[in-house]
């Protein structure tokens, strides 16, 4: 007898079906604008959570409409295309206020949808989709913020577009030479870098170059309107993706495209890691159909920066049982990495010196070098052994999340490799000292694949974290004294802090998730349970 004739029976005869036997129904799913049975707290946390994100896209636009600040860098004079700005000269500490409220007010904004959903909430996806490109829209209206990354993008692309090499040429180069592009690229700790980018992210940065010329505002727009389109095309591979769940559908929009701390480290700060999620997306959406164009895809985003071909691990443990695809995935991936890596063998070398010497900002890492490593071993003997200590911090939690994390219950493909790959991801972010808000952007793409679990909960509040670091985004003195402090205190002990308490419980949650499988499985193994009037509890 199923568990559901079983569940209906009971229900006739005035018994209560056993607990093991149980099968809840899902809920009904209407049109209208919340489905059955949503509760009015659920429809105001979902009315609140639309308007606290709408606040927060205004409050970017704003403050890229100020101008150059501590939040927005110097691109130069502004034209009668956007982006437009005017010279505000805003404080400091209101800049350094705003953003604030942006992160803080984001993240409860996207705390309260996920409440909202679980009660029953359920506004139309694609409205969702279409709030998050009129965000969008409103940021490339205004200059980049948050970061000095597009100027190092553009210096990149104006040295390709002069026929010169960016992975041996440097900004600094450029501005040596009194190129217009090079003088307004002067920002540390770039400055005398060459590219780490892989042949994809430097193609796009000479296409902006092309397009922008001499002017580094208009170079840096075009990067931006790639950065937003790369950006809605991700939500709308995601709506695809959640399938016909209306849940699922509004889960994914509310992760991605309706993200402010994503609309602020992706598209206001339009780093190359928006493009790389796309491609990864693109992936997911290909491996249902073509091995080749999954394995394509999964390269192409190799190809804009190294780190994400940790993808082709779980790419290929989910094609184990497709032969075919596999073989088509891995040969058109390995092919198309052989030919963009040897056109720019040194981007490898650049991205590999350049992770090795940089700090460990706003990590756990830091309180450990900081406190032990550095005064017991010096400079050199600390960088090796933190090398050592995180290689071994990845495998731990590698282990540990594949364990722990949920097991998607559908057998969906690109579920079913999302899974293994958002526990690798995720033992990157929380056990490497180089990382910043921006990579988490990898990781928000498998948490809007899956089903809802502790898992969000754990990248909300890392993504958030960091990019606390970077307020208000650009590395100078802020005044008052006061507030220089405050911010040094923040980036220097509050989040380091939180960061180990946060890897501290992801560590106690695997353990605790691990244990209460093996005592499910043991139950399950023993049978269920006697229930008066026959074994097994049978009427």
Not at 130 to 153: M, S
Not at 223 to 247: I, M, W
Not at 264 to 279: K, M, S
């Amino acid at each position: 007898m199923s568990a559901g004739s079983l569940s209906r029976r009971s229900g006739r005869s005035g018994r209560s079906a056993p607990a093991w036997a149980a099968a809840p129904a899902p809920a009904p799913a209407g049109r209208g604008k919340h489905r059955r049975g949503a509760t009015r707290g659920g429809r105001a946390l979902g009315t609140g959570a639309l308007l606290a994100v709408g606040a927060c896209a205004a409050l970017m636009v704003l403050l890229g409409l100020l101008g150059p600040s501590a939040v927005e860098p110097d691109f130069g004079p502004t034209a009668t295309l956007p982006p437009w700005f005017v010279a505000g000269h805003p404080s400091d500490l209101l800049v350094w206020a705003a953003v604030a409220v942006v992160l803080l007010l984001g993240t409860a904004a996207v705390a309260a949808g996920l409440a909202a959903l679980r009660r029953g909430w359920a506004p139309r996806p694609g409205r969702l989709l279409l709030a998050g490109a009129a965000a969008v829209g409103g940021l490339l209206c205004v200059p980049p913020l948050g970061t000095t990354d597009p100027l190092n993008y553009a210096a990149y692309g104006r040295a390709a577009a002069l026929g010169l090499n960016p992975y041996v040429q440097t900004p600094a180069d450029l501005a040596q030479h009194g190129d217009p592009i090079g003088r307004l690229a002067l920002a540390e700790p770039w400055l005398h870098t060459p590219s780490v980018y892989g042949p994809v992210a430097t193609a796009t940065q000479w296409f902006a170059s092309l397009l922008g010329g001499t002017s580094m505002l208009r170079t840096v727009w075009v990067l931006s309107v790639l950065s937003g389109a790369a950006f809605l095309a991700t939500g709308a591979l995601l709506l695809r993706l959640a399938g016909p769940d209306p849940a699922r559908r509004v889960r994914s929009q509310l992760l991605w495209t309706l993200n402010p701390v994503l609309l602020w480290n992706l598209v206001a700060g339009p780093h190359v890691d928006t493009i790389g999620a796309f491609l990864l997306v693109a992936a997911f959406w290909a491996v249902r159909r073509s091995g080749l164009g999954a394995g394509l895809a999964v390269a192409a985003a190799t190809a804009v920066k190294l780190t994400m071909g940790i993808f082709a691990l779980p790419f290929a443990w989910g094609l184990r049982h497709h032969r075919r695809r596999l073989a088509a995935a891995v040969a058109a991936g390995a092919v198309s990495l052989a030919l963009g890596y040897g056109l720019t063998p040194k981007a490898i070398g650049n991205a590999r010196d350049v992770s090795s010497g940089a700090a460990a900002d706003g990590t756990a890492w830091q309180l450990l070098e900081r406190t032990l490593l550095v005064p017991v071993l010096g400079t050199s003997g600390a960088q090796s052994a933190m090398t050592v200590l995180q290689l071994l911090a990845v495998a731990l939690l590698a282990v540990l999340l594949l364990a722990a994390l949920p097991v998607p219950e559908e057998q969906d493909l690109p579920r079913l490799i999302a899974r293994p790959a958002l526990a690798v991801v995720l033992a990157y972010l929380l056990g490497t000292a180089y990382v910043r808000p921006w990579y988490d952007a990898i990781a928000w793409v498998l948490v809007a694949l899956l089903a809802r679990s502790w898992a969000d909960w754990v990248l909300i509040a890392h993504t958030t974290l960091l990019t606390l670091v970077y307020d208000p985004g650009l590395a100078h003195l802020l005044h008052p004294a006061w507030l220089y402090s405050l911010v040094l205190q923040i980036a220097y002990r509050l989040v380091p802090w939180s960061q180990l308490l946060l890897l501290l419980a992801v560590v106690a949650t695997c353990l605790w998730r691990i244990r209460a499988d093996r005592i499910g499985r043991r139950v399950r193994r023993s049978g269920p349970p006697m229930q008066p009037g026959g074994v097994g509890g049978g009427s």
